[in-house]
């Protein structure tokens, strides 16, 4: 497993676009399913997007659907999620996770990956 690194966060205005990305430092993420989960303040992580191993497949959470985009094509370094139309209730800290063995059905399962990136902060004023 790699190590992941994260960048990109900020703070932003309600409707603006921004994009975080996830590098694995020292290697690449060809063959790794990855994914993006937040965690907002007060409340438990949830899942925000994935990608599979393959980059074949795609899922999100019906809170992002039509507004973020997960770039499919993992065999490049790094993965981006790109977030358009972002609302304050997007505030969160948003962390990759990657792992080689993430089977399509345990996309969505924070407990499949065994690798993390270090967190990145978004914040969406109104």
């Known amino acids: 497993q790699v190590p992941l690194v994260e960048s990109g966060g900020g703070l932003v205005q309600a409707g603006d676009s921004l994009r975080v990305s996830c590098a694995a430092s020292?290697?690449?993420?060809?063959?790794?399913?990855v994914a993006w989960f937040r965690q907002a303040p007060g409340k438990e992580r949830e899942f925000v997007a994935a990608?599979?191993?393959?980059?074949?497949?795609?899922y999100y959470a019906d809170s992002v659907k039509g507004r973020f985009t997960i770039s499919g094509e993992n065999a490049k370094n790094p993965v981006y999620l790109q977030m358009n139309d972002l609302k304050p209730e997007d505030t969160a800290v948003y962390s990759c996770?990657?792992?080689?063995?993430?089977?399509?059905?345990?996309?969505?399962?924070?407990?499949?990956?065994?690798?993390w990136g270090q967190g990145s902060q978004v914040t969406v004023s109104s």
């Open positions: 990608v599979s191993r393959n980059g074949g497949f795609t």
């Open positions: 996770a990657a792992g080689r063995g993430v089977i399509t059905s345990s996309l969505r399962n924070q407990e499949a990956y065994p690798t």
């Open positions: 020292g290697g690449t993420l060809r063959g790794y399913a």
